[in-house]
């Protein structure tokens, strides 16, 4: 019997230091991604880091302090994370690039009045869900 119970135990540690390595992996290319982000328009990098955010915290507690006390993308991290607030610079230039982007979908695609409709209104959607947001430090 102690052989099975042995056994068992190192399958649930295999198990937790595989869920860890995926959670890891999964982080880093988030941030990678990120980082591509900060220099391909219209690829959003905050998104990419606050999907990372709770694969660090499932994998490497210091990757994920790291990101939090990040000198450009910490303050803003740590805003969503503690108030579920956006500045208002981000929500402003998220605006913008929506707008941007729908223009040179429309521009290029040149899609039908339904499509065109569609892809409007779910755009629109985002950008009203980002500026009904608090802005950090705001007090309601």
């Known amino acids: 019997?102690?052989?099975?119970?042995?056994?068992?135990?190192?399958?649930?540690?295999?198990?937790?230091?595989?869920?860890?390595?995926?959670?890891?992996?999964?982080?880093?290319a988030l941030?990678?991604?990120?980082?591509?982000g900060a220099f391909v328009p219209l690829l959003p990098t905050t998104d990419f880091l606050l999907l990372a955010l709770p694969c660090f915290a499932r994998s490497s507690p210091r990757l994920e302090a790291w990101l939090l006390n990040?000198?450009?993308?910490?303050?803003g991290?740590?805003?969503?994370?503690?108030?579920?607030?956006?500045?208002?610079?981000a929500k402003i230039m998220a605006c913008i690039g929506m707008?941007?982007?729908?223009?040179?979908?429309?521009?290029?695609v040149r899609p039908g009045w339904i499509v065109s409709f569609?892809?409007?209104?779910?755009?629109?959607f985002w950008m009203v869900w980002i500026m009904r947001r608090p802005i950090p430090g705001d007090i309601r």
């Open 77 to 89: 991290l740590r805003a969503w994370q503690e108030e579920r607030a956006v500045p208002r610079n």
């Open 1 to 28: 019997m102690p052989v099975l119970a042995e056994s068992v135990q190192g399958e649930l540690v295999r198990r937790g230091r595989a869920a860890r390595i995926f959670w890891l992996t999964l982080g880093l």
């Open 99 to 108: 707008s941007i982007g729908y223009g040179l979908f429309w521009w290029h």
């Open 118 to 124: 569609g892809v409007a209104a779910f755009m629109l």
């Open 70 to 75: 990040h000198p450009r993308f910490g303050p």
């Open 31 to 36: 941030v990678g991604l990120g980082f591509v």
